[in-house]
Structure formats: C-alpha cells, structure tokens
C-alpha cells in the first residue's frame, strides 16, 4: 500500500502544480503533497532498514535429543566441532529419536548462535529461542506489507542442555575414546572387565547412576573437566 501512496502523492503532485492557477494554492497544495511524499519515503525507508511499524516476539521450543554414540552405550554423547575462523560457533551433532541411524548436524548460520549447558537429571534437549519482526498492527501490516519482512528472523538462540548422564565432546575427542579405554596390560584389562562387569550389574538397577558413572570415567579420561 505504500508504494500505491508513494505514486499517488507523486501524481498529485504534478497535476496540482500543472492545473491549479492561483499561484498561492498551487504552492500551498503541491507543498503538501510533496510533504506526504517525503514522510512516506520515510517511512519506507525506516521501515526497510529499522522495522519500523514491527515489535520482536520470541517463541521457545524445547525437544529431546538423542545421542550420536552407539546404541550398547549406558550413557549419552553430544558431539560439536568448531567452525569459521574465530572458532567461536560449533556444528552440533545428535539424533533426533531413539530410533534414527544417521545423526544430524545442526549447522550455525549468520542469525544462529548455539551454547551447551549442564542440567540436572537423565534427558538431553535442544532449546531454540527465536525472535523474529512482526508488525505492531494490521494497519502497518496494510502499509508495509508488500516488503514481505512480516515474520522475518532477527535472532535464533540455540542452547543444548546436557545431564550428567551425558558427555559433551568434540569429534576428534570421541575419535581418540575407544584408544584412550582400550586397556593396555593385563592388569588393566582385568580391572577394566571386572569395572565394566560392575556397571553392567549397576545398571540393571540403576541405569542413571551408571550413566552417570561412565561419563564421568569419559570426562577422565579426555580431561574434560
């Protein structure tokens, strides 16, 4: 609707200064129009460039995650490695359902930003917070709307929530595990046979504590804390 006011104003324009006679109404009309004209531009402009006429409204959504690790694993694994040069923002890496084969990677993007935090309890979760612009109003929704932003993203705020039932690892950590576990004398093999004996029995009775326990012996073991 806008554009149709812009060209209206701009038309008006014209004819008023070509038709009118009396020089001080011609004047004082084209004036005006040519006012309206300029406080459309304007408001065009604000609007392409600061959204004008729009508010921000956030919406979260919550989901579980699943791991990337092997299914036989008692306890969960959320793989990220660093992309871009500053390494400041990660690819991260789970399933999306208990039942899924491939992983999935969630790539961030120039609005995207994406954090890992520890939470209690046994379940992981993918918590997105977006904000996008919305128009105030049916009435700038009617100005504006041909510019088609209604809706668009502004920010989205990624953050994976992670129990202590889980381990959260780099790529090329969670390559360098299955060496790091291996046992490398026989005394480290029994001891390990004989640990891995007790979490089993631990975790027919207990599965979180047992979890619980392995992730701790991951974190370790690849010094994560």
Known sequence: MIILILALFAISAFFANMTIKNSGMRYTVTLVLLGGLIISVVALVANMHDYYGMKSVTTTTKKE????????????????????????????????????????????????????????????????????YEYKNNGFKFLFGIAGNNKQLKHRRVTYQVPPTWVALTTKQAKSLASKLTPKTTAERVSAAAQQKQLADLAKVDPDKAATLEANQVKKVLQLD
């Open 65 to 132: 995650i699943y791991s990337a690790g092997q299914s036989n694993q008692n306890f969960g694994m959320l793989l990220y490695q660093g992309v871009g040069t500053n390494g400041q923002e990660n690819v991260y890496i789970y399933k999306t359902s208990k039942t899924d084969k491939k992983t999935t990677l969630a790539k961030p993007d120039l609005n995207t930003t994406s954090k890992k935090v520890d939470i209690s309890g046994n379940k992981a979760y993918r918590v997105v917070k977006t904000t996008r």
